[in-house]
């Protein structure tokens, strides 16, 4: 079967910067729009950021914009994403996820019915 598989996470100070890392098994990733989620303790799983299957189309929310940089390696089958200027209220446990049938702008308000998702990576950001 297809699955998605999380690592970069970790313990970084206020501030500091982290790349996660999504890679796609059992059929190559330019079959997939590709998003990346999250969610805090204590709160929903929210949307983070979404890329095209070629990786010319990007979107993120608002609160992550100009910080976090969503982006893709076919040949790798690899999506990634760089957090940088940490915020304490980043930390969460980040998510991948992937669909065959739909476009990126429309991963955010798919989040639950996505078709795969990975098991998650956890990034907390300290004081």
């Given at each position: ?17 982290l ?30 950021a ?6 010319s ?15 893709r ?15 304490l ?10 669909d ?19 098991q ?8």
């Amino acid at each position: 079967q297809v699955r998605l598989v999380e690592s970069g996470g970790g313990l970084v100070q206020l501030g500091g910067s982290l790349r996660l890392s999504c890679v796609v098994s059992g059929r190559t990733s330019s079959t997939y729009a590709m998003g990346w989620f999250r969610q805090a303790p204590g709160k929903e799983r929210e949307f983070v950021a979404s890329i095209s299957r070629g990786g010319s189309s990007k979107y993120y929310i608002d609160s992550v914009a100009g910080r976090f940089t969503i982006s893709r390696d076919n040949a790798k089958n690899t999506v990634y994403l760089q957090l940088n200027s940490l915020r304490l209220e980043d930390t969460a446990v980040y998510s991948c996820a992937a669909d065959s049938r739909i476009t990126s702008d429309q991963i955010e308000r798919a989040i639950g019915h996505l078709e795969l998702w990975g098991q998650g990576t956890l990034v907390t950001v300290s004081s």
